[in-house]
């Protein structure tokens, strides 16, 4: 079973098309990343998987369940931490987490202890009986990640949760969303910071335009910019370049005390500089493979200007 299957999404505000036909699914237990400019139709299409905008055509099951069929069962699986935030301002951040948890009908030692154990999770516990509105943009935007995880819900959905907040507000959230994630919590998240999506996420799908423009791992996305890649490596005494040469790799460069190897297969071309390395009793003190970056991708696939 999927966590999140989207099938041919449409929709039009008036005459603007916000969403031409997305499709994409997320597996149990994945960190799935949904990359794209402003305006692509990432929020919009956040909006129609947790229910508050219908789509003109096309459908969303959650865990299994058709969302137009059950859609209140759906929700029950989700927790979803909005692009603008949702809490209550004149409650703390404890009773905001206390009535998310009621509405989900947990009883009160539960609600307590999740709370509790979120808050400090989140670096809120000092702070826990203080109103909301007292609260900084980023302190806020913790309760509402709080409160999306109060429910343990399988599925989470994260419109850009680390947008506009320091290092440490992000490190905090990804971490601790890292953490349900290795526990089996599916997470289906939106952002513009391609590095992030890049650590965090097993596949990513990136819309433009309300299309589905890319769809991979990370990984297989950056090879497609650049066949040639290139692997830099150190040796602990200077070698003829020439015998680094064949069949896997193009081209042999000096770069400053290192060599530059490009090769299309750098897999194969590990291989060839394993077996020069052996066969000529070297040493490796760097090795690393540079290819081209996510954002490379990105920039590439969108034409976002530069
Ligand atoms: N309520 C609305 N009324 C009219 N147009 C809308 C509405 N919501 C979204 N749109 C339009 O739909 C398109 C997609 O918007 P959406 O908010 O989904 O983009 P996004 O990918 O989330 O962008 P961002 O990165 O800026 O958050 C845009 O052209 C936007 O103007
Ligand atoms: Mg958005």
Known sequence: MHAI???????????????DGVGFEVEEGEFF??????????????RMITGVLKPDRGSVTVQGIDLRKAPLQAKQNMGVIPEVGNVYPD??????LDLVGRFYGLDKTTRRSR????????GLSERKDDLLRKFSKGMR???????AMVNEPPVLLLDEPTEGLDV????LIVEKVRELNKKGTSVLMTTHNIEEANRLCQ????????????FDTPERLRKTVEKIQTIEVAFDRRIDPGILEGSNISKVEACGDKWRIYTEDPDKALETILAVKEREGLRVLS????????????????????
């Open 115 to 122: 709370a509790e154990r979120l808050l400090v999770d989140l």
């Open 141 to 147: 935007q913790r309760v509402s990640i709080a409160c």
């Open 203 to 214: 596949r990513v799908c990136i819309i433009n335009k309300g299309k589905v423009v890319a």
């Open 287 to 306: 090795i690393a493979t540079c290819g081209p970056s996510l954002e490379d991708v990105f920039v590439k696939i969108c034409e976002v200007p530069r």
């Open 33 to 46: 990343g949904l990359l794209g400019p402003n305006g692509a139709g990432k929020t919009t299409t956040i």
């Open 5 to 19: 299957v989207v099938k041919d999404l449409h929709k039009k505000f008036g005459d603007q098309v916000a969403l």
């Open 168 to 171: 440490m507000s992000r490190r």
């Open 91 to 96: 409650l703390s951040a404890i009773e905001n």
